[in-house]
C-alpha cells in the first residue's frame, strides 16, 4: 500500500527527465524532446563506460607494499635492538610513535637532561609528534661492532 508521502516524494533529476522523454517517445527533430532524449542516450552511453572501466570493491586486489617503507621499517627494527652502523646516531634514542612520528619513522634525537625526548613538531603544520617529552621505549644507540652484526 502507498502512503501520502510515497505519492509526493520528489523525483531525482534523472528520475524527472526520464519521465518527461517516457511521455513523448518520437519527438520531432530539433524540439526538446529530441534534445531530452539525446542526452538520457548520452548519460546511458557514459554510465554504461564508467561501469565497465570500475573494478568493483569486492575484487580489488590490495595495494602493493611499498619497498622504500619496506626498508625503512626493517632499518627502524635493527636500531630497536640498540644498535647502529651510522656513528651519528651514537648516545641518540628513537622517538616511541614509531609511524605517527611527525619527524619520521628513522628519527632519532638527543635526549634530554630528564631523559625525555625534546619536543618535534611537524615541519609545515606545526603539529606536535604524540612521543614529544616522553621517554624513549628503547635505549640510547650504540655502535655496532663486527661480532654484533647480524650480517
Known sequence: MTTRSDVNAPLTPLAAARAA???????????????????????????DLLAARLVPLGDASPPKADPTYERMQQKRAEAETGYTNYPPFVGRVLCPARDKC?????????PLTDGRLPMHRHERFGTPCEGARKKPVTPPLKLRTAAEDPA
Open 102 to 110: 611527525t619527524a619520521g619513522l628513522l628519527a632519532v634525537f638527543q
Open 21 to 47: 522523454a517516457a511521455t513523448n517517445p518520437d519527438p520531432a527533430p530539433d524540439s526538446w524532446a529530441a534534445h531530452l532524449h539525446a542526452a538520457l542516450a548520452e548519460v546511458d552511453r557514459l554510465t
